[in-house]
Antibody, heavy 121, light 110 residues
């Protein structure tokens, strides 16, 4: 059974870098049928796609975050990571990692439980 | 890359049907067959209920169905049950490697 688990600091200071890791178990990230994604949800608001990574390292990013975001894959440890630079209070959100169906399907069939990140001094 | 437009809330009584709309543009919903719907009960992660406009993942009841007309996608839930109460989100591929979500619709079962 596939499981995704987000981990990382729950509190980040403004202007610093938010770093999260998603550990994948029950499937190999090197499976070419899937991409791996980060999605966030600000308190009381809707979902926002952050970006996606393929096991080769290829990425797609939300255009509103380009230049501030980096997603990478580590197939040796079956993990993928998110870095969001120069954070502000607007980046406070519940951050989810998810498996994205490949072959251009652009949907997420398995999600982690999410990890809360608060940006505050 | 604007968000898709959904009604803030819909409601229905058990046994009835409800439809949630998702309005996009000719660049996203109107162009690509990559429309999905997610159900998010309070305090839980979203769950995929429809993908590729009309397809249901394994385990999703056939009471959930998706459709599209022009730039508008719709999710219909038939034979409404109390357990269906949740927030629902649509999403669409918008080209150039981008994905956009709708603002979400709160479904209340009366």
């Amino acid at each position: 059974q596939l499981q995704l688990q987000e981990s990382g600091p729950g509190l980040v200071k403004p202007s610093e870098t938010l770093s999260l890791t998603c550990s994948v178990s029950g499937d190999s990230m090197s499976n070419p049928d899937y991409w791996w994604a980060w999605i966030r949800q600000p308190p009381g608001k809707g979902l926002e796609w952050i970006g996606s990574v393929f096991y080769t390292g290829n990425t797609h990013y939300n255009s509103s975050l380009v230049g501030r975001v980096a997603i990478s894959a580590d197939t040796s440890s079956n993990q993928f990571s998110l870095k969001l630079y120069s954070v502000t209070a607007a980046d406070t959100a519940l951050y989810y990692c998810a498996r994205q169906l490949g072959i251009g399907r652009w949907c997420f069939d398995f999600w982690g439980r999410g990890t809360q990140v608060t940006v505050s001094s | 890359q604007s968000a898709l437009s959904q009604p803030p809330s819909v409601s229905g009584s058990p046994g009835q049907s409800v439809t949630i709309s998702c309005i996009g543009t000719s660049s996203d919903i109107g162009r690509h067959d990559r429309v999905s719907w997610y159900q998010q009960p309070p305090g839980t992660a979203p769950r995929l209920v429809i993908y590729d406009v009309t397809n249901r993942p394994s385990g999703v009841p056939d009471r959930f169905s998706g459709s599209r007309s022009g730039n508008t996608a719709s999710l219909t839930i038939s034979r409404l049950q109390a357990e269906d109460e949740a927030d629902f989100y649509c999403s669409s591929y918008s080209g150039n490697g981008w994905l956009v979500f709708g603002g979400g619709t709160k479904l209340t079962v009366l």
